[in-house]
Each structure stands twice: as C-alpha cells, then as structure tokens.
C-alpha cells in the first residue's frame, strides 16, 4: 500500500474481500474487471481501496466514471463520508454545470462524457493512475467511447495506466476475454426480497398503452404497499411525464405523515437530494423515479420497490436522422437491479407490475446504446483524435456503419469536419427526392476542422454546438445560446390542465418567450419551472464559454432573435416547406405532418427542430416559420439552378422550365421557351419509363424482332445475349432508345421510330452478332414447298412453326432452330388455315395421324391433295387442279 495514503475502516460490505484479489491483479495487469452484484459496495469500497495502492504516485488521481449526474454526487458523497471530510477535498466530483474539486483531490468522480475531453486535452492522462469505469454493464454511448480511447491512450502513451471494469452482470467474463484482463468476482449481499407479480386477470383488464397502464396500476399499488409494509416506497417509471401523472394522483391520497418525492435528472440539485435523504423520524417517503435510480444509489429506508416494467430509451433511425424516445419493456438485467434497491438495508418486497409468465418473454440485456443513438457526438470526438475510421479503435461492440456514415455526413454538412483528399462536394440533386450535397463519406479523408474543435469543446450535440458558434457569428449569440439551451432539455411548457391530451402547441417562439418572461405565453400553458431555471443556467454556461456573461438584456435580444434561422442551423436537413395546410416537405424529400397554423398560417419555409410519430408518419412538435430570404442568404451555396423538362401527358409535348431549389424546397421556377434537345429526350424517356413500353410503336417485326431476342437469352442463360423482357428494355431504355430521340419533341413523333434498328444495337457483338441471330433464331423458315414461313417465338421455350401441312409433304424430320438444337412445335394447317395437328414429330405424324386428319378433312377439301404416301409426295401449296393432278 502506498505510504501517501491512510485507508479509512471500510464498512462491512461483501466486496471487501474481493479487494485482495482485484489489488494483486492490478499489482501484475494494467487492466481488470471486477464482477460485483447489487449491494456488494463497489463504487463505496473500491475507489479507496486503489488510492491506496503501490503504483499509484502520491499526486495522480483515480477518476470514477458514473453514468449519471446524481450517481456521481451522490457516490463522491458516500466516499468523502468514509474519509470523514467534506466533498471537494480528497473525494470531489465533476458533472455539467456542477463541480466540487481542489488541489488536494485524489479521488474524482466525474459522468462518463467528462474523461472523453480529459483524453482530448491530454491523452497521456498523466495526472491519472486508473480509471474506473462503474456500472460497465449499462453500456452508455460515453462510456463505450470513453474505454475506446483510454484503451488506445494505454496502448500507445500510457502502457502503466490502469483502467478497471465494474460491472454487475454477468458480461464481466465477456470483457475479460475481450480486454483481455482478469476478472475478479465478488459475493453480493441483499437482503431477501419477496417478489410479486400481477396476477393475469388483473392485466388481462388493463390498458395496452404504458402510460394509461402505469396510471391505473402504481396509485393503488403505492397505496397498497403503504399499508401492509414499513419503510418508504421507490417507484420505477419510465418518463418523467409518467412521474407527473401518478404523483398528480397520489399528491391527495397519501398518509398525512408520508411525503412524495420525485426523482428524474432535470430536478434541481436540492430537490434530488431531498428525495435521496432519509426520512425524518416518524415519517415515510413515496420516490417516484425514473431509471436513474436503477443503480449506484443506496437510498436509505426503501423496502418496498414498485417496477412499472419500462424504460425510455432513444432510437436513431439513420435512414431519416430522426431520434425518438419510444416506451419499452424494461430487461431482465434493469428488472432485477431495480429488485436490488429493496433489499440494501434490510429485508424487502418488490412488486412487478407484470406477469410472471412475461418475466420470461424480457429481453435478458438492453441493447448497448451504441446500436441505437445518433453517432454525430462519437464520430467528432474520434476525428479529433485521429481515429476518422472507427475500426481503428477497440470496441466491444463496432458502431454500426449507417449511422457512421449518416454521422460523417451531418458533421460534413455542418462545416465540423473536412475532407483532406478534394473537399469535393457534389451538385445535389434537381428532381428534389433526395438531399446528399455530399460524396459517399466512406472514401474520403475526414478530418476536423478548427470549427469542429469549437462544437466538441462545448459539451452539446454537434447540431446544437453548431447553432451557438454560428449564431454567436451572425450577431445573435444570447438567443442562440438559449434556443439551444432549450432544445437540449425538456419541454419547459406543459398544459395547466393535468392529464389535457392534447399536443402543446409547436411554435418555438413562445418557448423562448416563456424563457424570456418567466411567464406562461398563452392562456391554458404554464410551465415547468425547475426545466426554466435549468435551461437558463445551461444558457448563461453556454454564453460565457462563448465570451459572453450578459444576461440583462436576455428578453429584448429573445424578441428580435431569427429563431427559424436559427433552428435552422442546427437542422439544416429539416428545413421544409408548406405542401398543405396541414403538410410540409423536408428538404430530404419526406413528409412531415404539422398544421401550420399552429406556427404561423402566412409561413412558407420552416425549420423543424424535433419530430415525433414513426418513421413512416412522421410528425413535427416543435417548428419555427423561416424567412425567405433568411434561408436564401444561409443557404446560398447549396442552392442550385437547374433546367427541368418534362412530358405533359395532357398535351402530349414537352414543356421546361428553370428551377431553382435547395434540396427538395422549391425557391422559383420560370417557364423554358426552347429547352436543352438533350433535357426533352430525358423527359420523352422518363414518361415512357413510368408510362411503359406499350407506348412505344411495336409493329409485327419489332415485336417479333424482341421475341426472337428473348429465345436466345432464354436458351443461353444469359451473354452474349440480354434479356430483352420489361424489365431489362425499361431499365436500359436510355441506353437502347435514348440516341433515337434526339431532335424529337412530343410523344407523336416518338412512336414514329421503327424499333428494330434501336433493339438491334443493344446487341453488345454488333453486325456479326446480328449475323449468328439470323443463324440461330430465323425470323422465317423455307419449307419444302418454297414459301418462307414466319415462326413465332412469342413462347421462348417453344417456337412454332404454323404451315399448312400440304406444304410440307416430302419432309420426314421437324424442323429446328438454334443450329438444331431446338425442334420447332408445328402447327399443321387445314388448307383452311386452321389447326389440324399439332406436333414435334413429324415422322410419327404421316405415319399415323396424318390418315385421321386426312379422313376428317379429305371430304372438307377436295381440291387439295391428299395422297396415301405423304413422305413422298410433292410438297405443294396449290390445289390439285393447279398442280396438274387429279
């Protein structure tokens, strides 16, 4: 043990004898993990412990990484207790907006995002002897980030760094294998913990919906608990809304000597401690929390834990950009931490409000967040440290590529990185259904730019960093420090009416308005003060990291602020514009819902900032209307001007017309008097590719021309000869009728083409090729009476070949094509011209069917021949009397 450092008596928690072990380790290996259940006093023990060890050097730190604001306080203020000191001295912490540390801290208890930008301003971590990763096994997006770089940092500059994995599950072994490190198991201790589920009438009774489900079950349950237990009650629910809800509901109900508390990240400091300290004597306490209870926290007089059974987890769909929170069941592994907060102090009861038999249908873990976010955070930080391709790094678990390219992209878009190689940016697209005015990310050399280094530096999302360092350039930084404030928090609006089911109004005007007053914008709103009073503060930090303190003149500045272009500078793929009075367009080409007279009923251009509903029906909750000329101005170098021309079905001819958009939006449009011949011919084939090919002039020899074409492919599999069905003629058809149209205006002169020139040249062999078709699939056959007979291949597998049969007397053998290999099915005709047999040996026919035919059609016809030796008659297409016989 170092001799810098005194440990404290340690409480009697199962993990202290595991300490032996996980020190050794540490002692021989630069990486552990320890495997430590609910209740084993990891985060209490564990940091003191390694403060205490050989290799750490009197002056460097242990950095605690908790996944939570009120996790990190909270363990900082258990570790300072042990040592019998005030938080800030040798135990301190650091989270957003909030630190307690000095020159003598050793032991640093800091969120999981804060050792990212350790790492960025100092990648040896020289002042840091281990760094410790606690509730490993929550996966957070930061902590995988974080252990990536501190796992390259020890590889290539730290080789003595210590890094160790707390985890409480049973993926411990996994990352043992994987790091490759020791893994060090420790007993857990909990109290025994009676569990009851929901009985299956009961559910079966109940609304589908969570939040309906919650609020008829949890009041009754609290209730319930109150009377037949001791101790105070903690509540699992997923959202703060839900939080609300129930507490609405219980706030009247209640014993007078049991207070109510809620407990979710965005409530003041005080109010969070309020609800983590003991109660006072004679009085219990109800928690309403959110998952941010799950682990890390001992609360001191729970016995009873009442699980709603979800969670709120984002998802990032990369096809659209879009991150929505989606109400989820919660996992097995989240379902028995919870469990765990009844059985700390003493023994406990936890009731699940959900069927046991649904026990078994959870999933075991919750997807690593790293499967489900939005990456633009990750693929900026690992830019900035030279990581462009995240390959290059060690993770559990790979980001997945889409949402690494749609990161690069976004990050491109927003000026924070570069391409090294060309900076080469396309020319977008002028029909509109698309919006990449970037190349393909996977091939370029992305680098950071000075820019990019401002946004990482600020803490936010790259969108929201973005809109503070433009806007702060364009002259508006107080509003556009407070829009982003706002739109990284919760909505600070709600209705004054509990449980009104309406959607709040989407204007982000009156968000700012409240912001700037304090006061509801409109009758029927109030607002959510502990999200006001934290949206200023997160304002005020935002506008001095920009140089800025002044807060004097927040409500004037608000007022004249461009909010649209604003938001518009955080989402510039969001901008939109009016389609409906209850639709707008995206400038990726999506629709979006949204009654534009909720916003602003003249508007014609808006910025969305944040979208609800589904992929597929996609709504927006909050908008701002966005001048034209503001968007004209910001956007100036991705607006482009193209010439479009396209065929009016109406008056069958072409008309053009100059348009200028910015992605699919619209800006202007003038009429064309005589368009580009190259633009009509486009227009003239994207009809005819939507219309489809029966518009198109098929005369007998085109048609038979593209069936004798299909034979061959049919026959061969393939090359040398293509197919020429539907699908391939439209999907080639600028290739094959393209260079016909030129010169052509209307769909009248189009279908005066002959087609058979233009399905000859798609022949990829030219004239010789031409030559082996005639050879191989004859557009006509010769047969013994001298007539040349067209075949038909209008069924590729069988060609046909329809003769009157006086034609053929003579010929014993049937025909064939493709240089024999293909006999042609006959169809032999009466002199009539209708079908008296049908047959792919003829031989067999004049030895036995012809006699039939002869006798049913003999008396029908009897100017024509019909000999007894049909193989040796003369082959004829002339009566008797013609032919000179009787």
Known sequence: MSAAFRLPPFPDLPVVAALPELLAALETNARAVLEAPPGAGKTTVVPLALLAADWRAPAQKILVLEPRQLAARAAAARLAQLLGEPVGRTVGYRVRLDSKVSKDTRIEVITEGILTRMLQDDPALEEVACVVFDEFHERSLNADLGLALALDAQAVLRPELRIVLMSATLEAQRLGQWLPAPVVSSAGFLFPIETQYLDPRRAAALPNKPSERLAELVPAQVREALAAHAGDVLVFLPGVADLQRVGRKLSDSLPPTTDLHLLHGELPLDAQDAALRPAPAGRRKVILATSIAETSLTIEGVRV???GGFARVPRFVPRTGFTTLETVPVARASADQRRGRAGRLAPGTCYRLWTEAEQHQLPAHRPPEIHTADLSGLVLELALWGAADPTSLRWLDVPPAAAVAQARELLLRLGALKNEEAGRRNEGVAAGNNFSFLLPTSSLKLTPTPHGRQLAKLGLPPRLGHLVVRGTELGHGPAAAALAALLAERDLLRWATPNDPRPLPPDLRLRLEALASGRAPLPGLALHHATLQRVRDVARHLQSRQGSSKDNALTQSLAAAPVGLLTALAYPD?????????????????????????????????????????????????????????????????????????????????????????GALLLSETTIGQPNAALVAQALLGYLQEAGLSKLNWTAGAHQLRQRLEFLHQLVGGEPWPSFGDDALLADLPTWLGPHLAGLKSLDQVQRLDLVEPLLARLPGGWAQRQELDRLAPAALEVPSGSHVTLDYADPTTPVLAVKLQELFGLTETPTVAAGRVPLLLHLLSPGGRPAQVTRDLRSFWEKGYFEVRKDLKGRYPRHPWPDKPMEHIPTKLTKKRLGTS
Do not use: C, H, M, N
Not at 582 to 592: K, M, N, W
Not at 606 to 616: E, K, P, R, S, W
Not at 639 to 654: K, M, S
């Open 574 to 662: 969001r901008l939109a514009q009016r389609e409906a009075p209850d639709r707008l367009r995206l400038v990726t080409g999506q629709r979006v819902s949204l009654k534009t007279e909720d916003v602003d009923p003249q508007a014609t251009f808006f910025a969305v900032a944040y979208l609800a509903g589904t992929a597929a029906a996609p709504r927006a909750t909050l908008a701002a209307p966005l001048d034209r000329e503001e968007l004209e101005t910001a956007f100036v170098e991705q607006i482009l001007t193209t010439d479009e021309v396209r065929y009016d079905p109406t008056t069958q001819r072409v008309a053009g017309r100059r348009v200028r958009r910015l």
């Open 305 to 307: 834990v009442i699980d």
